[in-house]
C-alpha cells in the first residue's frame, strides 16, 4: 500500500487530546501517524508521496448526523432547478428547454426559486416581479406539458405556480373556492385561478387536507427511477462539501434504505452510512394516515432482522419515533397554546400514539435496537422523559446509548434528564435559527434561554452531533451558526449562557462528537488505525473571522485514502 505524507498546512486532529500537528501519514485506507514531521516520518515505510497542505487546513472529513442526503437529492432530481432565476422570462426559458426534451403530456415539476436548504434567504419575492409567474406566463414556456413550480417546506405560507395544463392536473377550476382549508387559489378580476395557489401547498409536513390532495396528485409523476442514480450524484456533492459519513435516520423506509443496501451490493456506495428506520407514518402527502396495526409491527420486525454494526459502508443501527414537530406547521408541543402562522391556536401535535412508542422502546430495548426519538419542544420532552424513565428501571434504558434528536428547545433540568438515561444527542442549528423569530413572536421570548442549547448539552456531558437538514446545506455555515446562533429574520444573535461554546466544539460536533453519537470510533478523528478519510480546507475553522465560516472552500476530501474531489 502505497503511503501519502500531508504536511505544510495546520491539521486538526480531533482526536482524544485534540491536538494540532504538522504532519499526517496514510497508508491505504487507513491513518498510520499524526504529529510532528520528524516522528510521523520515522513511520514510512517504502515509497510515500509527499502531499503538500500550501497553507491550507486539514480536519477529519466531517460527518453529518441528520442531512436527509437521499430525500435531497431525489427530489432535487426531480426538479427543473429554478433556484437562481432572477426574473419570469429566466423562469420561462428554464421550462421551455426541459419541455423540449420530455415526452408531451409528462408533468415538469420545477423547483422553487431560492435555496433548498435554506429559510430565508431567497424566494420568489426576490424575483424582479415580487411573485412567481402566473399561468399565462407559464403556458407559453408549454402548453404541450403539464409545469408545477413547487414549494417546500420549512417556510409558509408557500407559494405554487401552475400552468393550464398543470390547474388540469391539480384539480383546480374557476368553481374552486378561493380558500379551501389553509390553501388560497389565487383569481383574476374574471375570477379565473391565475395558476397561482399559496397557502399549506408544500410537499412535506403541510398537515393540511388540501394542501395534502394537491401533492398527491403530483406523487404517481415521481419518478422513481431516479432515485439511485439521484443519490449517487447526491453522494459526490455532499463529499465536495467535506462530509465522508451520513446518519440517514429520519423519514426512512425500508424501500428507501434499500437503495443505499444495492448501492453497497454493488460496491458503489462513496459515502459511509449509517442508517435508521422510522417507525411511523407521518410527514408526506401520502402518509398523513398512521400505518394499520399489522403493518407497523411488521415493518419493525423487518427492521430488527436487518441490524449490521460492522460493515465498513454501511450500518443499520435501530428505528426512529417522531415524537412532535416544528413551529412552522403548529406541530411543536409546547406547555401553553401559541398561535400557529395562520392566526389559530395549538398545542402542538404528536406524531405517533403513546401506544406504539411505548411499543418501540420495548421492541428496540428486547432486540438489540438503538432508538432514535426526536422531539422538538418542552411539553414533547414532558411527555418522552415520563415515559422512558417509567420504562428504565425494567428495561435499563440508561445502559442503551440511545439518541435525542433535533431537540429544538429544551429546559437544563430535561437535559440532565435524558443524560441520566444515557441519552446522545444529535441537532440541526437550522430549526432554531430558522424558527426563532416566529417563536418569539408566538410563543415569547422566554424560548430564547431553551433554544439549541448546546453548552449546556456539552456541560451534560452528552455527546451532540450536528447535522445539515433543512439548511444551509454547507456543514461549514451550519458551523457558524452554532457559534452565532444568530436568528435568520431579525439577525439577532442569541448567544446566552446555555448556547456559548467554542470554535473545537462547535467542530467537534461535525467530528469527534458526532463519530461517538454514531458509536463508530474509527471515523471522526485522525488517529492511527482509524479510517483515512480528510477534509482540506481553505481557512483555520478555528482562527478565521467566525462570520467567514460560511465562504469556508473545500480544497479536497479524501475518502479511504484516496482524494475524490
Given at each position: 500500500m502505497r503511503q501519502r505524507l500531508y504536511r505544510g498546512g495546520r491539521i486538526y486532529t480531533m482526536d482524544e487530546e485534540r491536538r494540532v500537528v504538522d504532519a499526517v501519514l496514510t497508508a491505504g485506507e487507513r491513518v498510520v501517524a499524526a504529529g510532528s514531521l520528524d516522528e510521523v516520518r520515522s513511520h514510512v515505510t517504502g515509497g510515500v508521496k509527499h502531499v503538500d497542505l500550501h497553507g491550507a487546513t486539514m480536519t477529519p472529513g466531517l460527518i453529518d448526523t441528520h442531512p436527509h442526503m437521499l430525500h435531497w437529492s431525489w427530489t432535487t432530481a426531480m426538479h427543473v432547478p429554478?433556484?437562481?432565476?432572477?426574473?419570469?422570462?429566466?423562469?420561462?426559458?428554464?421550462?421551455?428547454?426541459?419541455?423540449?426534451?420530455?415526452?408531451?403530456?409528462?408533468?415538469?415539476?420545477?423547483?422553487?426559486?431560492?435555496?433548498?436548504?435554506?429559510?430565508?434567504?431567497?424566494?420568489?419575492?426576490?424575483?424582479?416581479?415580487?411573485?412567481?409567474?402566473?399561468?399565462?406566463?407559464?403556458?407559453?414556456?408549454?402548453?404541450?406539458?403539464?409545469?408545477?413550480?413547487?414549494?417546500?417546506?420549512?417556510?409558509?405560507?408557500?407559494?405554487?405556480?401552475?400552468?393550464?395544463?398543470?390547474?388540469?392536473?391539480?384539480?383546480?377550476t374557476a368553481d374552486s373556492p378561493d380558500?379551501?382549508?389553509?390553501?388560497?387559489?389565487?383569481?383574476?378580476?374574471?375570477?379565473?385561478?391565475?395558476?397561482?395557489?399559496?397557502?399549506?401547498?408544500?410537499?412535506?409536513?403541510?398537515?393540511?387536507?388540501?394542501?395534502?390532495?394537491?401533492?398527491?396528485?403530483?406523487?404517481?409523476?415521481?419518478?422513481?427511477d431516479r432515485l439511485v442514480p439521484s443519490v449517487r450524484d447526491g453522494i459526490e456533492r455532499y463529499k465536495r462539501l467535506g462530509i465522508t459519513t451520513v446518519y440517514e435516520n429520519h423519514?426512512?423506509?425500508?424501500?428507501?434504505?434499500?437503495?443505499?443496501?444495492?448501492?453497497?451490493?454493488?460496491?458503489?456506495?462513496?459515502?459511509?452510512?449509517?442508517?435508521?428506520?422510522?417507525?411511523?407514518?407521518?410527514?408526506?402527502?401520502?402518509?398523513a394516515q398512521p400505518r394499520a396495526d399489522a403493518d407497523f409491527r411488521e415493518r419493525l420486525e423487518r427492521a430488527a432482522s436487518k441490524l449490521d454494526h460492522e460493515d465498513a459502508l454501511l450500518r443499520f443501527n435501530g428505528i426512529t419515533i417522531a415524537w412532535d414537530g416544528y413551529c412552522y406547521g403548529g406541530t411543536m408541543m409546547m406547555r401553553q397554546p401559541y398561535l400557529d402562522v395562520y392566526g389559530k391556536l395549538t398545542g402542538g401535535r404528536r406524531h405517533i400514539s403513546l401506544e406504539r412508542a411505548e411499543h418501540?422502546?420495548?421492541?428496540?430495548?428486547?432486540?438489540?435496537?438503538?432508538?432514535?426519538?426526536?422531539?422538538?419542544?418542552?411539553?414533547?420532552?414532558?411527555?418522552?422523559?415520563?415515559l422512558l424513565e417509567r420504562l428504565d428501571p425494567e428495561l435499563d434504558i440508561a445502559a442503551r446509548n440511545w439518541v435525542l434528536c433535533h431537540a429544538t428547545t429544551i429546559e437544563n433540568d430535561q437535559?440532565?434528564?435524558?443524560?441520566?438515561?444515557?441519552?446522545?444527542?444529535?441537532?440541526?442549528?437550522?430549526?432554531?435559527?430558522?424558527?426563532?423569530?416566529?417563536?418569539?413572536?408566538?410563543?415569547?421570548?422566554?424560548?430564547?434561554?431553551h433554544l439549541?442549547?448546546?453548552?449546556?448539552?456539552?456541560?451534560?456531558?452528552?455527546?451532540?452531533?450536528?447535522?445539515?437538514?433543512?439548511?444551509?446545506?454547507?456543514?461549514?455555515?451550519?458551523?457558524?451558526?452554532?457559534?452565532?446562533?444568530?436568528?435568520?429574520?431579525?439577525?439577532?444573535?442569541?448567544?446566552?449562557?446555555?448556547?456559548?461554546?467554542?470554535?473545537?466544539?462547535?467542530?467537534?460536533?461535525?467530528?469527534s462528537d458526532a463519530a461517538k453519537v454514531l458509536r463508530w470510533p474509527e471515523i471522526g478523528s485522525i488517529a492511527p488505525g482509524n479510517f483515512a478519510d480528510l477534509a482540506i480546507i481553505d481557512r483555520d475553522p478555528v482562527e478565521c473571522d467566525v462570520?467567514?465560516?460560511?465562504?469556508?472552500?473545500?480544497?479536497?476530501?479524501?475518502f479511504n485514502g484516496e482524494a475524490v474531489t
Open positions: 429554478l433556484w437562481h432565476c432572477r426574473n419570469h422570462a429566466e423562469i420561462a426559458a428554464a421550462i421551455r428547454a426541459e419541455a423540449e426534451k420530455t415526452p408531451e403530456g409528462e408533468l415538469i415539476l420545477c423547483s422553487p426559486i431560492g435555496e433548498p436548504h435554506f429559510f430565508h434567504k431567497r424566494s420568489y419575492r426576490d424575483l424582479e416581479e415580487a411573485v412567481l409567474p402566473d399561468r399565462h406566463v407559464l403556458d407559453h414556456a408549454t402548453s404541450r406539458h403539464p409545469v408545477v413550480i413547487t414549494a417546500w417546506a420549512p417556510v409558509r405560507p408557500g407559494m405554487i405556480a401552475a400552468n393550464s395544463r398543470g390547474l388540469e392536473l391539480l384539480g383546480v380558500r379551501i382549508g389553509n390553501v388560497w387559489v389565487e383569481k383574476d378580476s374574471a375570477a379565473e385561478p391565475t395558476g397561482r395557489l399559496s397557502g399549506s401547498v408544500i410537499t412535506y409536513y403541510a398537515y393540511d387536507a388540501y394542501g395534502d390532495e394537491l401533492i398527491n396528485r403530483l406523487a404517481p409523476h415521481f419518478r422513481w423519514m426512512l423506509e425500508d424501500e428507501m434504505l434499500d437503495v443505499y443496501r444495492r448501492l453497497r451490493h454493488d460496491d458503489d456506495l462513496a459515502i459511509r452510512v449509517v442508517s435508521s428506520q422510522e417507525a411511523e407514518a407521518y410527514g408526506f402527502a401520502w402518509s418501540v422502546m420495548r421492541l428496540c430495548a428486547e432486540r438489540g435496537m438503538r432508538l432514535n426519538i426526536l422531539a422538538m419542544g418542552l411539553a414533547a420532552h414532558d411527555e418522552v422523559l415520563e437535559i440532565d434528564r435524558y443524560k441520566a438515561l444515557g441519552f446522545a444527542h444529535t441537532t440541526s442549528m437550522a430549526f432554531g435559527c430558522g424558527e426563532g423569530d416566529l417563536m418569539c413572536r408566538t410563543m415569547g421570548r422566554y424560548v430564547l434561554e439549541h442549547p448546546l453548552r449546556r448539552f456539552f456541560d451534560a456531558g452528552m455527546a451532540v452531533g450536528a447535522g445539515t437538514d433543512w439548511g444551509p446545506l454547507s456543514p461549514w455555515a451550519q458551523v457558524e451558526l452554532s457559534l452565532t446562533h444568530e436568528l435568520m429574520d431579525s439577525g439577532y444573535r442569541n448567544t446566552g449562557a446555555n448556547q456559548r461554546i467554542s470554535r473545537l466544539e462547535a467542530l467537534a460536533m461535525f467530528t462570520d467567514t465560516l460560511h465562504d469556508t472552500r473545500v480544497v479536497q476530501t479524501i
